[in-house]
């Protein structure tokens, strides 16, 4: 955006701050109340400018307003602010949007920053959703890596058509305090004391515990997270009874000067306690490393609740005191004993330590402001034993399968682990099976993508078993086995094998060249569409299309093409899908962007439209769906926040609350451009959890440099193993959510009305950007949806 600079360097009128206080708006005029002339004071135009509105403020008497008839209009205001000296400080910006009919790229607020050392930070932005909406409210953390003399804050309607207005707008320092804190006392069951807090910025800090004013134990250090873990003891060791403590933290800010003071009271237990702490987590909630809970039940217990032909899954959590590792740690599982003589056999429960990968910087997600970057939870590790070492948080993943037919009611059992080194502990685990079952073949269609050419890069030759293996593995997570961008069609023999076990649909071939050695065709470009290409098209189609009518296997075929291209595109992609559907009568996918109209749709021969998420709009979805036509939809590297999405640092609860938000918008199909995008840092090696461990140096982030290194998991939710696939706490999530939607869709078939099943979604959704982050809230929903499907299902006299 460095031209947005050069064009105003001469409008500009800067604000300019020496010692700027924590929470004050630094903006001038922020809600446009003073004006001069047509302009709101302090606000230049950018581009064709803006309109002060007095009809639709949010507060006061004016807002502004950008109105585009056009996509290549350039609209919007502007205001510079300088820092004399330079700040290094972490900033709040928010502001206020509304829209009506708006489509396109730059609907946001957009911020370009100037290092004190003359190097930039472009483009950071905060983007409000478009489409039609009331007022609403976006906010986000700005984090310069250097020390800043210059921001010039813009809000921006560019490139878009429809209609956005813009009013009270933010910009201050982030306030000097601590975002979140955790205290247990006791945590291990004696005298102990645990605290961990996250400061709104990195600072000097220091913890202390204090008995009668005298100093018993302190920790120092720098950065935004404070931790200390103080034993019991005194100076020399020795171990004093429980009792009432003090707890004293103390930060100090350097550039602005300020200090931070706090003190709290503390009451321990007497004793050692068995040197590790242990709890129940939800399978929707990441156990991070440093994360505790503030007490911890003597005798845990886990309650899970599901139907026939299903997963669920909890978490057991152990925490070893400093310097008391667990060694050689084994788990065993009982059977689940209903009533009379009701069994789930133990054989239907199954286990995985949850390993660890680097994320080095983070998206900064408001509902996880407790989180910082380090060791995050990802691969579900199959091992038969593990350790825990001093000071570290470890969760054991633990998934109970009810096969079909099981009968409904309660059953009872309970894990056990079992340190070498230390008392073993049990967790009681309470089942509800729900009186219905599960289908095997979901009613979502999912178009989740497998390559094969990363499969070879880390496995070498590919061998049917490895093949089959990792399909059998995606199935029992409701998805197809499936590649958007494959260059060759699959093996018929494989679509065969899978067409019983769950699949509703593959791609026979993306409209791309021959991939030859590389991993992967995403797009051609359109010089490879020629006639000769198109023959070969034919030629290698009419036999495999053949094939799958004499097989029988032709219902659930599509063809994939043109992804993500733009307009230059739509003559190509007129003809060759058109020659899809006139010869082979398959429908036709793609994420290219069309507008999304039955007329446009069905002119350019698309029969499934996939916009991304933050571009689906129901209402027109639905003239499509009237004409005939499905869309589906997708998320990537974006949209994020608030939209849901299944990178590695979201919420973990987003993987499966985004199924309630498909059955809600009744898309008729999702995808996702890669479960095994092996090509990043590291990625060179099949993993072995026994030898490897739990801190894999495989890497999940998309880069190492710009916004690309805070985007995790883009692409991977899968693990290469040595016997096949490892799995991800995302990828359990997800298959628990493709569940959740069986539920909603059983509900409505048996109300007979759609609209019931989508009335059920909430509280867990209301939009594509209203969204549950609570695991209770979700369980109790799901728990009202399951007892109604139970009386509507149950024999009336």
């Known amino acids: 955006m460095r031209y947005l600079v050069i064009a105003l360097a001469a409008l500009t009128a800067s604000v300019g701050f020496a010692a700027p206080q924590r929470g004050r708006n630094l903006l001038e005029n922020p809600s446009f109340e003073r004006t001069s002339g047509a302009r709101a004071s302090g606000w230049q135009p950018f581009g064709q400018g803006y309109v002060l509105s007095s009809d639709e403020a949010r507060d006061g008497r004016l807002c502004i307003v950008c109105t585009s008839a056009a996509p290549e209009g350039s609209y919007g205001a502007m205001q510079e602010i300088t820092f004399a000296p330079p700040l290094q400080q972490e900033f709040k910006v928010s502001g206020w949007g509304k829209a009506e009919n708006v489509a396109g790229d730059d609907y946001c607020i957009w911020l370009d920053c100037w290092y004190e050392d003359g190097t930039n930070l472009w483009g950071k932005r905060g983007s409000f959703q478009r489409h039609t909406h009331d007022w609403q409210y976006l906010e986000w953390v700005l984090e310069p890596a250097k020390p800043i003399s210059k921001i010039q804050y813009f809000v921006l309607f560019r490139r878009c058509t429809g209609q956005a207005w813009f009013d009270d707008l933010h910009l201050s320092l982030m306030p000097f305090a601590t975002e979140c804190q955790t ?34 134990h302190s920790s120092r250090g720098q950065g935004e997270a404070i931790k200390l873990a103080w034993l019991g003891t005194d100076r020399d060791g020795r171990l004093l009874p429980g009792g009432q403590y003090s ?141 825990v070492p001093g000071g570290v948080t470890q969760a054991l993943w633990v998934t109970v399968y009810a096969p079909p037919g099981t009968p409904a009611g309660k059953y009872h059992g309970k894990v056990t682990v079992t340190p070498a080194n230390a008392q073993p502990f049990a967790v009681s685990l309470n089942v509800t099976v729900y009186g219905f079952d599960l289908p095997v073949q979901p009613h979502i269609k999912t178009a989740f993508a497998l390559m094969d050419g990363y499969l070879e890069r880390i496995y070498g030759k590919l061998t049917p078993q490895l093949r089959r293996a990792y399909g059998d593995y995606l199935l029992k997570h ?17 679509i065969a094998y899978y067409y019983d076990r769950g699949l509703n649909a593959f791609n026979v071939l993306n409209l791309v060249e021959p991939r030859g050695s590389r991993p992967w065709v995403c797009r051609s470009p359109l010089s490879v569409y020629v006639p000769e290409f198109k023959a070969e098209l034919v030629r290698r189609l009419d036999a495999y299309v053949a094939e799958l009518k004499r097989r029988r296997l032709i219902d659930k075929a599509y063809v994939y093409g043109f992804d993500e291209q733009g307009e230059s595109f739509y003559p190509v992609i007129r003809e060759y899908f058109g020659l899809i559907k006139q010869r082979y009568g398959f429908p036709t996918l793609t994420t290219a962007a069309v507008p999304q109209t039955p007329q446009a749709l069905q002119e350019l021969n698309v029969d499934w439209s996939c916009p991304l998420a933050s571009s689906y709009v129901l209402e027109e979805a639905e003239k499509c769906r009237a004409a005939g036509l499905q869309v589906w939809s997708y998320v990537c590297n974006n949209p994020r926040y608030p939209y849901a999405n299944w990178l590695a640092d979201d919420p973990l609860i987003e993987a499966r609350v985004i199924w309630w938000q498909v059955y809600h918008q009744k898309l008729d199909g999702f995808l996702y451009w890669g479960l095994n995008i092996w090509h990043r840092r590291n990625n060179d090696y099949v993993i072995n959890p026994a030898s490897d461990g739990p801190r894999l140096s495989w890497s999940i982030t998309t880069a190492t440099e710009g916004w690309w290194a805070a985007v995790h998991g883009d692409g991977e939710l899968l693990y290469p193993g040595r016997e096949g696939p490892i799995g991800s ?46 695991p209770d809230e979700l369980y109790a929903q799901r728990e009202k949806i399951a007892r109604r499907i139970e009386r509507l299902l149950a024999p009336r006299d």
């Open 247 to 387: 707890l004293r933290i103390v930060a100090e800010e350097s550039q602005l000067g300020e200090k931070l003071h706090l003190k709290k009271t503390v009451s321990t237990r007497s004793g050692t306690g068995r040197g590790y702490a242990a709890w129940v987590e939800s399978s929707m909630k990441r156990a991070l490393v440093d994360c505790f809970p503030e007490t911890v039940a003597d005798s845990p217990t886990a309650s899970v609740a599901l139907a026939g032909n299903e997963w669920e899954s909890f978490q057991v959590a152990l925490r070893a005191a400093p310097g008391r590792d667990l060694r050689d740690c084994r788990v065993e599982i009982s059977d689940l004993q209903g009533d009379g003589e009701a069994v789930i056999s133990a054989a239907n429960l199954q286990w995985h330590q949850v390993g660890f990968v680097e994320l080095k910087r983070l998206f900064r997600h408001p509902q996880m402001r407790h989180a910082l970057p380090g060791w995050w939870p990802d691969p579900l590790l199959p091992v038969s034993e593990f350790d």
């Open 478 to 494: 409701r998805l197809n086995p499936d590649d958007i961008s494959r260059a060759a069609p699959p093996a018929v023999d494989d």
């Open 183 to 216: 205290l247990a006392p006791s945590l291990y069951g004696g005298n102990s004391i645990d605290y961990r807090a996250r400061l709104s910025m990195p600072c000097d800090w220091r913890a202390s515990v204090l008995s009668g004013g005298h100093t018993l």
């Open 729 to 774: 706490i995302r990828l359990a999530n997800i298959r628990d959510g493709i569940e959740d939607y069986e539920y909603l869709w059983l509900l409505a078939d048996l109300e007979g009305n759609v609209e019931k099943g989508r009335a059920a979604c909430l509280p867990v959704t209301r939009s594509l950007t209203e969204v549950t982050r609570d």
